[in-house]
C-alpha cells in the first residue's frame, strides 16, 4: 500500500533490544523494526552491553525502517531516541569507548553504593531525585574511581549509551536532561550538574557531556546519512529516558494518571508539573520534557516470582501454575510473602533485601506460595503508590501495560492491592512511540505535549476492577509485610 506523509523514527535503545518505531503525522505507528542488543553478565554483578554492537543494531534497525517507509511513500522528516536509563560507559579522547557500556542491573558498585548512602543518601536523592543505589551512574562512578583509577585518569568523557549512539549520528557529545537526572548527578532543581554529587562521584562537570533539552535537535552527518539512507541534515532529536517516554507512550501524562508496566520487573509513574521526592526519600524524580517530572518507582521483581515458582516446584508450567493459584482465597490463607528474589529498588532501594515466605503452615501448597508471592509483588507495588502520594502526586487512575497483566491473576491481585481499576491497554510500540511523539513536539507539530490530542492513544482494551474482599485483606496485611521487611533487613545485615 502507498501512502504519502511523513514520519518520525523513534529509536529506543533498550536493555536487551533495540527497537525504531515509525510514527506519521496522524501519530500513529506504522511500523517496527526490532533488533537484539545482547546484554552480557559475568562475575561480581557484571551486566554490559558492547557499544559498537549496540550502534550497528540501531543504524541496521534504521536503515530498514527507512526502506520501510520509503517503499510505502513515506518520508522520514526525523530521528528521536529513548534509552535505558542510568547507563555508563567512559571515552577516550577521540569518542572511542574505553569500557563496555554499564547498564542499570550492573551492580559492581553494591559496596560503594551502600557507603555513599550510609553516608549522605538522603541529602544526594533529595537533590538529585534519583535514589543512592548501585544502579546509579554515580555509584558507578564512584565504584570506578575506587577501584580502576587508571582508567579513570585516562578517561576524556564519561556518557550514557544514547549518549554514545547520538554522538555517532551528530558529531555532538551531550546528554538530554532526562537521561541525566537519573545519573544521580543532575541537581533537579536548577537543572545543572550538582557538585555534591560530582564530589561524590569523583568527576567533574568538564568530563561529562553537556547539557540539552530532551526536545533539541541536531543535524546528521553525512556519513551516517549516507548509510543510513537519509539526508544530510535531517533533525536528530536528543530525546529521553524510557520510563518517562513510556508514560507518554500510553498517555499517562495528565495529572493523576499513573503508567503502570509488569513484565519481568515493573514500575508504577505519575506525571506532574514539578522536581521533588517524598520526605522518606522512596520514589524517583526524573525529567519527562516540557516542565515535566516523572515521580514513581522501579521493583526488580515482577513476572519473574512466577516463573521461580514454576521452576522450582518441579518445573511446571507457569500457566498451569497461576490457574492452581487462582483457586486460592486472597490472602493466601495467612501466608505473607516478600518477594525481593533479586533485591529490591522501590521503595526500599535495597539491593541486599531477601525474599521470605512467613507464616508458612502444612495446609499451605506450591499454590498457596505462588500467589502468596504474586500478592507480595501487588503489595510492593502499591507501596510505591504510597510513596508517590506522599510526594504530593495524587493517582486516580492508571493505564497498565504488559505481559505480566495477560494473567487475569495478576491483573486481579495488582487492582486489588492498589484499590483502582486497571485500564489495560497494548503497548506494543513502547518507549519508541512515546519518542517518536516526542521527536514531533520538537519538530513544531505541538507547541507543548500536553498539547497532542486525546486520539493519540489506544483505548483500553479491558478494565480490571478491584474485588472489595481481596482490597481489605491486602490492605490489612501490608502493615505486616512492611514489618517483615524491616526485621529481615535487620536479620541479614
Known amino acids: 500500500m502507498n501512502e504519502v506523509g511523513e514520519v518520525v523514527l523513534g529509536i529506543d535503545l533498550g536493555t536487551t533490544s533495540t527497537k525504531v518505531v515509525a510514527v506519521n503525522a496522524a501519530y500513529r505507528p506504522v511500523s517496527t523494526v526490532e533488533r537484539p542488543a545482547p546484554l552480557r553478565t559475568g562475575r561480581d554483578g557484571e551486566a554490559v552491553h558492547d557499544p559498537a554492537t549496540v550502534l550497528a543494531g540501531a543504524a541496521d534497525a534504521v536503515r530498514e525502517s527507512v526502506e520501510q517507509c520509503a517503499r510505502r511513500g513515506l518520508t ?104 541525566a537526572s537519573a545519573t544521580g548527578l543532575l541537581d533537579i532543581h536548577t537543572a545543572d550538574w550538582h557538585r555534591p554529587a560530582l564530589e561524590a562521584a569523583g568527576v567533574v562537570g568538564e568530563r561529562l557531556p553537556e547539557l540539552v533539552s530532551p526536545t533539541a535537535a541536531f543535524p546528521l552527518l553525512p556519513g551516517p546519512a549516507a548509510a543510513l539512507g537519509l539526508p544530510a541534515g535531517l533533525p536528530v532529536v536528543a530525546g529521553a529516558g524510557d520510563g518517562p517516554l513510556a508514560n507518554l507512550a500510553v498517555g499517562a501524562t495528565a495529572p493523576a494518571t499513573a503508567a503502570l508496566s509488569l513484565g519481568t520487573s515493573g514500575a508504577l509513574r505519575v506525571v506532574r508539573d514539578r522536581p521533588g ?26 513476572g519473574v516470582v512466577a516463573q521461580w515458582a514454576a521452576d522450582s516446584f518441579g518445573g511446571v508450567d507457569v500457566a498451569d501454575l497461576l490457574k492452581e493459584a487462582a483457586e486460592v482465597e486472597p490472602g493466601s ?79 486481579e491481585i495488582v487492582a486489588a492491592a492498589l484499590d ?32 497532542l490530542p486525546a486520539e493519540v492513544w489506544a483505548r483500553p482494551h479491558r478494565t480490571v476492577r478491584p474485588d472489595p474482599v481481596a482490597v481489605r485483606r491486602m490492605a490489612r496485611s501490608r502493615p505486616r509485610l512492611e514489618r517483615c521487611y524491616e526485621l529481615l533487613r535487620d536479620l541479614s545485615a
Open 76 to 179: 522520514v522528516r526525523g530521528l528521536s531516541f529513548s534509552a535505558a536509563l542510568h547507563t555508563l560507559l567512559a571515552l577516550d579522547s577521540s569518542g572511542e569507548p574505553l569500557t563496555p557500556a554499564l547498564s542499570w542491573a550492573d551492580t559492581r558498585a553494591a559496596d560503594t553504593a551502600r557507603r555513599l548512602r550510609a553516608e549522605r543518601g538522603a541529602a544526594l536523592h533529595r537533590a538529585t531525585g534519583t535514589p543512592v543505589h548501585p544502579m546509579a551512574p554515580m555509584a558507578k562512578l564512584a565504584f570506578f574511581a575506587e577501584h580502576e583509577p587508571e582508567l579513570f585518569a585516562r578517561t576524556a568523557a564519561w556518557c550514557g549509551m544514547k549518549d554514545y549512539v547520538l554522538s555517532r549520528f551528530t558529531g555532538r557529545l551531550v546528554t538530554d536532561l532526562s537521561c
Open 277 to 302: 521526592v517524598d520526605d522518606r526519600c522512596r520514589v524517583f524524580c526524573y525529567h519527562l520534557a516540557d516542565g515535566l517530572w516523572v515521580l514513581g518507582g522501579a521493583v526488580s521483581n515482577a
Open 420 to 451: 483502582m481499576p486497571l485500564e489495560i491497554t497494548d503497548d506494543t510500540a513502547g518507549s519508541g512511540f512515546g519518542a517518536a511523539l516526542l521527536g514531533w513536539r520538537a519538530l513544531g507539530a505541538v507547541p507543548h505535549l500536553s498539547a
Open 333 to 411: 490463607e495467612g501466608l505473607t510473602a516478600l518477594p525481593h528474589l533479586l533485591g529490591e529498588r522501590a521503595p526500599w532501594w535495597d539491593p541486599d533485601a531477601r525474599g521470605a515466605l512467613v507464616g508458612l503452615r502444612r495446609g499451605h501448597g506450591r499454590a498457596h506460595m505462588t500467589r502468596a508471592m504474586i500478592e507480595g509483588v501487588g503489595q510492593q507495588l502499591a507501596l510505591v503508590r504510597d510513596s508517590v502520594v506522599a510526594a504530593g502526586a495524587p493517582i486516580a487512575s492508571v493505564r497498565a501495560t504488559g505481559g505480566a497483566l495477560r494473567s487475569s491473576l495478576w491483573a
